[in-house]
């Protein structure tokens, strides 16, 4: 490791490059506040990029906690308003199934209403009519404001925005040490994954929006967060078999919700508490595959014969309040920790629990709080104002790159939003397609290397979705490591020792669920990496 | 339809049994459930490249003892040590007399250049593919890469960087004509054949040299992607001849023209020979009598039933559905014959992806001579090759094709001395 | 637990998993880079497809339903199915009335067969070749089939008496090629069947299968043909307990295998029944052991080629063992490859020179060949044949019956 002297100065540093994280950037750039963001990986690695991805009504929550649930349905109508390209508009449906209370339902309704969601029974014929894919053996349905938000989208738009307004945005920089001169702290020291570089950055305010790993970030200061982490599997389904969010109208239980997300359609989940030491390390296990499966085609029966692509979990950020050491109360509402005020350290901010769906919200609070520390009265724009993408409509964003394949016109426009205009030449060889499932081009995939803080090939993914089709990296992994040399992004050492590490991450989140033709793709794509191109693990050194 | 041979599976393995029985003059048919894995082929055959317990193999002669050992339901210890060390000297003289033109031999294994331009040991690689001898060094010092423009199965930075660790140095050219810029209007189908279909073409070909004088100058060789013979076999010699220099080929990602020519060869030989190859049929079940199948029924050929003396199946593993695995089991499709596999599916995989996968282990159960069993009862007329084995780890140990080949051959000589 | 034990989605898109071998074979990609080609037009775009409606490509009209996709993909995938299918659910184009005349073979063919000597010439004439081109957008440089003066069904009241007086009976579904351009096939197959001492019927009621109604999106019209068939073939099948013949490799496929799924009528009962005349023969021949006559005639050179739909059906073998029955017969399997007609597609002014393109490699090996004839299952294959090539194209049963006493 190298001790890098350099050091930089800002106002603020926020750790952590989840949806919050990089929500917090955004506003505290909005509001002129110089930023700094660190993330230890890439952007929404964490719970950001693991979880169903469901634009919540509230619904939900209804009936459980009216606070969560409104707040829900407030940053809904937000969202579709300021990130609409990252959101689609598909509502969703409460089932009653015949084993379900069907009392349940009014009670369902009545909470909705009472938390300012609408929420409309309809007959289960009309259910089955606009949802066919619902079971047919439903005896009830409600119609509420649900919808799908893809969260690496609205992620990285947030980000784009805050570099616009000139934040700093930094990925795999882990912070190893939070810097203090008695009872403050006054800034960070980070170790640089690309460089292998230890290096410090200063700044009056450090909010840790780590979600889970927060745990391990206050513990670097001896404060003590009573969270629990909390694993939910899911599973990724080949295609969409839905058009409209489905959930059970009961309690909240494993594998009620079913949303359809992008070209895939995705059920969780479970929930289980895990060790601290695991959060790294999570895998989906037979018993939680069957569970979603055996749930799941309650649903949608559909689902019994749909492929699926790849099994996955996340780590909620569970917060057991101050006053309950036992973690028996814990709430899914947000929790913002002004560590000045609760431990006596000052220029520390924790801000976690919550949820993808009030992340907004979050960090509002947040840069509040960092205003009021920074003396600062500049309010918050940031639920008004449009992210990047979503300033122009599909339509006049589709005149714009008429001539640009219709498939790969819409796949781009569905992902970029207003960006896509940005990144094609419209060549022939700007067109062609690296990832053929999920029609990524030559263009598309040129534009996130140059612009989208890429690193590696999971990067890439993230970003496009190169990968993440039917074919889970089979067809696309070696080209689009062929286009990162050829661009000298990175050496072909590292392209390769990538293209290993992009496999073994499609693998982990295929080999629980590897039977039928996932196996058969397992197997194809083992003859073509390890048979035909000779890749080994030990090409990893 | 009656036949002496019923063959299921037309892949290499299928293919070669074929081959060996109709040049004997069996009525053979192969049926066959859409193309091969030839389709993806390196362009090499390999035969052992290392032994269960992961210890590399050079001579693979030698180091079968220690294989049977080692594995003793390996399809090479069934053949046994002597077997194996004739039929792999037969293997060669087949290729040979059916004019499929390759080098390398059993004694010793070569290497083969890798899409990634990495060396990997190998048996037998098909003409005007470059090689190494011993695994060092290549046989050229100044190539230049040509690749298509826009081609992206194809790697030449890969290719040159890993070429110049072993002190070959390469320069990166491209290739452009109007027939290809015609293609590229499609964004998906520059692909390996159609780009090979363009250099079918005398007028292309034409062009192609042009190029290749032009930017070769300061090389002592031209390195070409797998992009031309899809139909004809002179295009590199003819370039040789025209260039005056050595050309060699590389293999690309899917799909491979160097295999797809080899399975349109191997199919032509056997139809010349008098057999019948049937795509695109799936064979959906058996009559038996006694310990014998009698007949096998077919989704195209309805309630006419193919007749048979002996039956070979060459279904391939899991991609090609020789082999089926759910949730519970891994089970063969057409007869239900005893498959090997652990019934805990958790132990199927491993968790990292380049490591030893069970599941590739798995396949059907048969005794020293190759034929079928159902519930531990031997189908007197039902033999099994290729993929579809039990035992080996095609991918580990680098045998998948030596165990197609092999054991395909073997079970037509099975079959001839009944 | 018993989950996934049946993992076979309706439309089977998902057993896709991309090993691009169907884009090897596809004829139309090879030659038309405006065709997203199967694998895209068919698993990847139906993936799309799913997600919004507006992914449909209208480029998918280029697809040739050939269903050699289909035939050479390892995970049965059915590419072709997929891509007709979605062509039927999405597509907003409406049929010009160009679409309309080529598609509709009875109506035009009940108009033309009585002129046929004025329609034959006029359709040969160079300015009202021009005005199909340039009006009607039917290519100038194609060939059109001639018309026959008087149609089979005609010919045939004057001999179903005698047919009915044969101890076997079987139906012959003729298709509009044999009633409309060449009787003399219909007459050929009678020929055949009575040498067998079977009688050939004719169904209740006839309609063109519909083929090129399909292909060219006139799908109630094909619907409402289908099902007049459907009911004559039950009535024959079921009732008369007679199976059905054909000698048209594409109708037969279309009865077959495009009804159930691309018009949603079910055959299932009558499905096995529905069969190709060499077929029939091939089982005849196997079970009474019936000796067939042939003349000592002179040595004939023909060549084999087997039309797309025929690949599909896996029957090529037949026609060929039969031909293989002649004496004095020298034959030559062609490669099996597409000749680039696709039924009314290579007449479109817009697909002429894709159509040709198709063909060439199978145009060459025929003209390399020293042959009599070209032997052939399907009708548009046969023009294309004789229309881009020097040789003349017999169907297998017409060749039959030749060397027949």
Redo the contacts between chains.
Sequence with gaps: MKQNEITQSFDVIIIGGGATGAGIARDCSRRGIKTLLLERLDISTGATGRNHGLLHSGARYAVTDKESAEECIKENMILRKIASHCVEETDGLFLSLPEDDLSYQSKFVEACNQAGIRAEIIDPKEALRLEPSANRNIIGAVRVPDGAVDPFRLTASNVMDAKLHGATILTYQEVIKIIREQNRVIGVKVLDHKTNEIKSYYAPVVVNAGGIWGHNIAKLVDININMLPSKGALLIFGHRVNNIVLNRCRKPADADILVPGDTICLIGTTSSKVPFEEIDHMRVTPEEVDVLLREGEKMAPILAQTRILRAYAGVRPLVASDNDPSGRSVSRGIVLLDHATRDGLEGFITITGGKLMTYRLMAEWTTDLICKKLNLSAICTTATEKLPGSRESIEEISKKIISVPLTQRNSTIYRHGDMADRFSENTPLDNSLICECEEVSVGEAKYALNELDVNNLIDLRRRTRIGMGTCQGELCACRAAGLMSDMKKICTNRAKADLTSFLNERWKGMFPIAWGDTLRECEYTAWIYEGVCGLTSSSKK | ?KFDTIIIGGGLSGLISGIYLSQRGLQCVIIS?????L????GSFDLLNNLPDGTNVQKPLDAISELIKQAPTHPYAKLGENKFKALTQQAEDFFKNIKISIQGNHEENHYRV???G???PTWLTLKNLLISENGKCLPIQHPGIFNV??F??F?S??IT??FLKMGTKCSIHSINLPAL???????????S??IA?IFDKQENIKELVQILKAESKDCDSIILPAITGL?REDVVDYLRKEINKPIYLL?T????VPG?HTQQKLRSVF?QNGG?Y?????VLRAEMKGNRISQIY?F?????PFVGQNFILATG?????GL?????RVYEPIFDLDVTFTPN??Q??N?????S?P??SFGVKTDNTFRCMREGKIFENLYATGAILEGFN??KEGC?AGVSILSAMYIAEQILSK | MNLQQHNISDNNFEQCIKCTICTVYCPVAAVNPNYPGPKQAGPDGERLRLKKFNFYDESLKYCINCKRCEVACPSNVKIGDIIQAARIKYSKKQPKFRDYILANTDLVGTLSTPLAPIVNTTLGLKPVKAILDGVMKIDHRRTFPKYAFGTFESWYKKVAKKQATYPGQVSYFHGCYVNYNNPQLGKDLIKVMNAFNIGVQLLEKEKCCGVALISNGLIKQAKKQARTNINSIRKSVLEKKLPVIATSSTCTFTIRDEYPHLLDIDNADIRENVELATRYIYRLLGQKKTKLNFKTGKKIKVAYHTPCHMEKLGWAYYSIELLKLIPNIELTILDSQCCGIAGTYGFKKENYKTSQDIGEPLFKQIEALDIDYVVTDCETCKWQIEMSTSKQCEHPISILANALE
Excluded: C
């Excluded at chain 2, 990602?253 to 491979?256: G, I, Q, R, T, V």
């Excluded at chain 2, 049937?278 to 799936?282: C, F, I, P, R, V």
């Excluded at chain 2, 593993?317 to 559905?321: A, H, I, L, R, T």
């Design positions: 339809m459930s859409g193309q091969s894995a389709h993806f082929s390196s890798t899409p990634m990495t060396l990997k423009t826009g992206l199965d790697y930075q890969f960087d890993e810029e015609n293609l590229r209007k499609n964004p998906t189908e520059m692909r054949v159609n279909r139909n293999p990602l899917p799909p491979s797809i139809q019948v049937m795509l695109g049929d799936t077919s195209n050929h309805g309630n006419i593993s899991y991609f090609s559905q089926i695995a759910n949730t519970e599916r958790t199927w995989y968790s990292d992806v380049f490591e996968q599941y590739q095609p991918l998948g």
